[in-house]
């Protein structure tokens, strides 16, 4: 079966394309021939995911999926959260995101955080969502060049490196978003094979 990722972020879909098994194929909003961006409005990961799902589906008629993720730190009351692709300004600037964060963090030791994915699925004129969350700690330094976003600063729960500086196979393992598309998997797999 084809089902189309909504993004237009070339890390997630590559995370996913590596994820997702044989049999379901993966289209990007460019091989649907969409090169807009679709604004993010929601006031929540359920409503910013599902922004994207209903904009794809109507304007295509089309089986499709799409998450809104972010990174929490309690002691910062949950931000950057759902402004985590803006947290330092627009345009969208990793570089400047992880600078802010840490400003703010400097004083405190390894402060606990979590990532979140909540995925989007249209299907069958049905929509479903599915969630992810990892716990971790903002690491003092900014170490690895994998992924994208945060992992350089982000240290998984029982591990001593960033997700910057593990493999995308591990990273596929145990992140927010891995966990999600598996449920996702399961659900397909189980509705539509
Ligand atoms: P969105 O889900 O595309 O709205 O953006 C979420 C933002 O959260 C990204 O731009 C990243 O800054 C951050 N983020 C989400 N998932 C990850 C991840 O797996 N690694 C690092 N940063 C992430």
């Given at each position: 079966m084809k089902i189309v990722f909504?993004?237009?972020n070339q890390s997630k879909l590559k995370e996913v394309r590596e994820i997702i098994p044989i049999g379901i194929e993966i289209l990007s909003l460019k091989d649907i021939g969409f090169f807009d961006e679709i604004k993010e409005?929601?006031?929540?990961y359920e409503e910013n995911a599902q922004i994207k799902t209903k904009y794809i589906s109507n304007k295509y008629s089309i089986d499709c999926f799409a998450d809104d993720s972010g990174l929490e730190v309690p002691c910062l009351n949950?931000?950057?959260?759902?402004?985590s692709a803006r947290f330092a300004g627009t345009p969208k600037n990793d570089i400047n995101n992880i600078k802010k964060l840490k400003e703010k963090l400097k004083?405190?030791?390894?402060p606990l955080a979590y990532f979140k994915t909540v995925i989007s699925l249209n299907i069958n004129k049905e929509n479903i969502f599915f969630k992810g969350k990892i716990k971790g700690y903002i690491s003092k330094e900014t170490k690895?060049?994998?992924?994208?976003?945060y992992d350089p600063i982000f240290i998984p729960d029982g591990?001593?490196?960033t997700f910057g500086e593990i493999s995308s196979k591990i990273k596929n393992k145990i992140s927010h978003r891995s966990i999600a598309i598996r449920k996702l998997v399961e659900f397909i797999k189980k509705n539509f094979f």
């Open positions: 909504a993004t237009n409005t929601g006031t929540s949950g931000a950057p959260g759902i402004y004083k405190k030791t390894k690895g060049i994998n992924g994208f976003g591990y001593d490196k």
